[in-house]
């Protein structure tokens, strides 16, 4: 149960804890109390963000090894690889020889470009899919069986028009390799929770598993500090920090792809969650596992509401009060005219829903881009 040490307090894994994600969570973990061990090698994110969770947190930052050489403190990061079963081992045991046992892991740890994935199925098989095999073989080894995973409403790929919003019983048909990584490990998850084959969403565990598995729709924003937020390698593979780049002057223009779509304005609709709404959806669900006997939680995490790319285009042009060039494209293969969740599941189960709104979602973001129009890369902490 929740606590178990002190009736308030968990001792959590946080896996990929450095990214845009893994960021924010921490950041509202913290603040509800909890104890973070974090691991991250840092190939799509920086310490710094989490210098700065630190700061928002009024807690210190301690930097150590997988072999913990000191007791770990309210927030401790270790660098490393999730797919490194020596490093693993190392966090478990060390934190039980500390008397501080993992209670729970949250992860995030994994590779998310659609495209890429295509370019690369070699790697997002190993990253998202024996990644997690070897998290969870670690988990087992040690006996620590919750765990929050880190799931994508990319499972769903060409939802039917008569299933929008989609339910969690939508018919899972993933059209790329980083959706097809997310099913095989979401497929592992079932079946160590022992519901393997099961259509139901929400089954007891026969396992002696606690496991949510979350199923995100399009993360934006930022924390409302400016502290933090989206710092993409390279191009953003994702319309919003592209958008936000554009209006910052970083990128010339953005490309629209496909305005004859069947939805109001011709042009894609979907589902924009504010980060901060995800973060907090994470602690409710690692609450409701940590407080409840073994089961598997499959829920869509999503406001229920839908946005055009035009229609996030002109949100952002009120908020910054600058022009967004953009052009239009034609329609990119594997993409889909609508994709909203329903969000009943969660709201029954977490008694979560979101309380941001897309203005809330612009200022936010737009707030992190002006303090950091390059990101982390010349931040200064």
Not at 23 to 45: I, P, W, Y
Not at 368 to 374: E, G, R, T, V
């Amino acid at each position: 149960m929740l606590g178990d040490r002190d009736g308030s307090m968990a001792q959590l894994l946080i896996t990929g804890g450095a990214g845009f994600l893994g960021s924010h969570t921490c950041l509202v973990l913290l603040e509800a109390g909890h104890q973070l061990l974090v691991l991250d090698d840092f190939s799509n994110s920086s310490a710094i963000s989490l210098e700065r969770v630190a700061e928002l947190a009024g807690v210190p930052l301690q930097r150590d090894q997988p072999t913990l050489k000191a007791t770990p403190e309210a927030f401790t990061l270790v660098e490393g690889d999730i797919r490194d079963t020596q490093c693993l081992d190392a966090l478990f045991a060390s934190a039980k020889a500390f008397g501080q046992p993992i209670d729970a892991v949250i992860h995030f740890a994994g590779l998310k470009a659609v495209g890429e994935s295509v370019q690369q199925p070699l790697r997002y098989w190993d990253v998202n899919v024996v990644g997690t095999q070897r998290l969870l073989t670690a988990m087992n080894f040690h006996h620590c069986r919750t765990i929050v995973f880190s799931s994508s409403a990319t499972l769903y790929g060409y939802p039917h028009p008569n299933q929008i919003p989609i339910p969690e019983t939508a018919p899972i048909q993933p059209i790329n390799p980083y959706g097809a990584s997310k099913h095989a490990a979401e497929a592992l998850l079932a079946d160590l929770a022992g519901c393997s084959g099961k259509p139901e969403p929400i089954q007891a565990s026969s396992g002696g598993w606690r496991i949510a598995r979350l199923r995100y729709f399009n993360p934006v924003g930022a924390h409302p500090s400016g502290r933090i937020g989206e710092d993409p390698n390279g191009i953003p593979n994702n319309l919003f920090p592209f958008i936000t780049q554009v209006a910052v002057g970083r990128r010339p223009e953005l490309t629209v792809f496909g305005d004859d779509w069947p939805t109001p304005d011709g042009t894609g609709v979907r589902d924009y969650i504010h980060v901060m709404d995800l973060a907090e959806g994470h602690r409710e669900a690692l609450h409701s596992l940590l407080n409840s006997d073994p089961q598997l939680l499959t829920l869509n995490l999503g406001s229920g509401q839908g946005a055009s790319v035009l229609g996030v285009v002109k949100a952002m042009e009120a908020t910054s009060q600058r022009a967004i060039p953009h052009r239009i494209a034609p329609r990119r293969p594997g993409d889909a005219a609508i994709t909203v969740a329903n969000p009943t599941l969660a709201a029954q189960q977490l008694h979560w829903r979101t309380q941001r709104s897309l203005t809330d979602i612009c200022r936010d973001g737009w707030a992190w881009q002006q303090d950091n129009p390059n990101g982390y890369g010349e931040a200064c902490l």
